[in-house]
């Protein structure tokens, strides 16, 4: 299926890895100019270079904290203008919420809220003069089902949400859509890494504990990261322009509700 994105310029942030890299590498393939990010300028050269390889798209790494306003310029610079925008950042670590000091609760809510709406007021608006514009806001699947000891993470990204819906419904009329992207459990690095945790605490081996959350999944698995990049190209493509505001929920049915 051609999306209608050969020759747009697109903006992902946070996708040396994972889940943002998945949407680079689907956007590339789409035949956009890629924008990618990341802390690690070494890693990100890596990735860069990967991507180039599988897909043969123009990827420009730019090094950084994305919640920089240094970073942030460096990003809108690199290319001509922005026509793609995937907000994306790492979340606050799990912790009990008795444990979160002020100082905690303005980081979580800078990463999680506030960068992401920067960067949204940067290039909203020659998204509307040239009539066409995709904002794809990567949150969590705890927007929808919020989990113990990840609250900060879950009321930064409903913020996020609620802030951006409004938003959303008065740019539609120009072609520019704002939407969300929920994960749920995802085969990635930083899963793995989490299951090493769990299995170190319990004194088992990883299998046991991957086949343990495997199973809480109605889909018996965990979701491979070309699924959720293609469903974030596709919110950006020419065809999804009647979509906007909307939680996409990518979790092999864990959650239970119907809404």
């Known amino acids: 299926m051609d999306l209608g994105l050969k020759g747009r310029y697109a903006i992902v942030c946070a996708s040396s890895a994972g889940l943002g890299k998945a949407c680079a590498v689907e956007l590339a393939r789409a035949g956009c100019t890629v924008v990618i990010n990341g802390r690690d300028a070494g890693k990100l050269e890596t990735t860069a270079a990967d991507i180039r390889a599988e897909t043969g798209a123009t990827i420009i790494p730019v090094a ?20 793609i925008l995937v907000n994306n950042n790492g979340g606050p670590p799990f912790r009990d919420f008795r444990e979160v000091d002020r100082k905690a609760m303005l980081e979580g809510v800078t990463s999680n809220m506030v960068t992401p709406i920067e960067l949204v007021q940067r290039v909203i608006d ?16 705890s927007v929808k089902m919020p989990l113990s000891g990840l609250d900060l993470s879950s009321g930064a990204r409903l913020g996020l949400t609620g802030f951006l819906a409004g938003v959303a419904r008065s740019v539609a009329h120009a072609n520019v859509t704002i939407n969300f992207l929920l994960p749920g459990s995802f085969d ?13 605490q319990q004194g088992v081996d990883i299998t046991t504990v991957r086949a343990q959350s495997e199973a809480t999944i109605p889909a018996k698995r965990f979701g491979e990261p070309s699924e959720f990049g293609a469903a ?3 919110l950006c493509s020419a065809q999804a322009g009647f979509i906007t505001g909307q939680s996409l929920l990518i ?5 239970p509700g119907v809404l």
């Open 64 to 83: 950084g904290d994305v919640g920089l306003m240094e970073t942030q310029d460096a990003l809108i610079r690199a290319i001509p203008q922005v026509d």
């Open 126 to 141: 020659g998204m509307i003069e040239r009539r066409f514009g995709r904002i794809v806001n990567i949150t969590s699947g």
């Open 188 to 200: 990635t690095d930083r899963q793995t890494s989490s299951l090493t945790r769990k299995a170190a």
């Open 232 to 234: 974030c190209a596709f």
């Open 251 to 255: 979790d092999g049915g864990a959650f």
